[in-house]
């Protein structure tokens, strides 16, 4: 594609990026209510009037108000969020709006080209575009706001304000949302893949929220030295430290001192396994278990429920 081609492309994409600013109230050490502004970064992603953005960028905020390209202003109504993701749904009302297109982010490749569009500082004149290339895939980070897992990192520059904002590959085409830098580094940005804020967004449309799939367990990863300590017969798995009353996993017959070896045909070597296989899971689908209590090894079904 040549270089007159893509840049078509990324104005074209650029259409569809809003300016988010918030207002949130705050209570000082004297207990007088204190307004504090905030900006941000979003896109249209449908014709109705929705908006993805980032959940911190909006969080907490008594007020939200939307800028388009074109210079029109709307307060967005806040329709839902997941944290667990670091996503957010608003809506305005508004006719002839610009509409990103969505692509495929389980076809993005190490090296791969991509811009990041956003509005960092909150600066006049429209959009900023930056270029850069995909580093790395399903990358994992600790911050603040959580663990967020199965990220996307970038070279291409994001700055405060681009949150929210899309990264968009050579056909104009989101590929992930901009979400996080890390402080002090060079050249490394993270963003979400657009596929998990795909089934994100639907979800919070249709019901004002989005849980994940739920078992109800509280666990810890077995490994030598707890397997040692609390003599156990195996050097893998999870332990159930708790189960949660009415839980699919009460329902399912696991107990507390249960050890979790497979869930789904997936061998088991520490919670962060069980928690991303019931990550790509939906509610409502059946998984067999293999748990092992004592010395004795059963299985057991395990209807997964919404994440309460």
Known sequence: MSEDRIVEMIEEASKSVVNINTLRVFHDFLYQVVPVEGIGSGFIFDERGYILTNYHVVEG???IIVTLVDGRTFEAKFIGAYRGLDIAVLKIDADNLAVAKLGDSDKLRVGQRVFAIGNPFGL???PTVTSGVISALKRTIHSERGIFRDLVQTDAAINPGN???PLVNVNGEVVAINT???PFAQGIGFAIPINAAKEVAREIILYGSYARPWI?????GVNRQIAEYYDLPVEHGVLVARVTPESPADKAGIERGDIILEFDGKHIDGIEELQKILAEKKHGCECEAIILRGLRKFRVKILLEREP
């Open 216 to 220: 109800g367990i509280a666990g810890v």
């Open 180 to 182: 996080a830098i890390i």
């Open 163 to 165: 949150s929210g904002g």
């Open 61 to 63: 905020a008594r007020r």
């Open 124 to 126: 006049a004149g429209g």
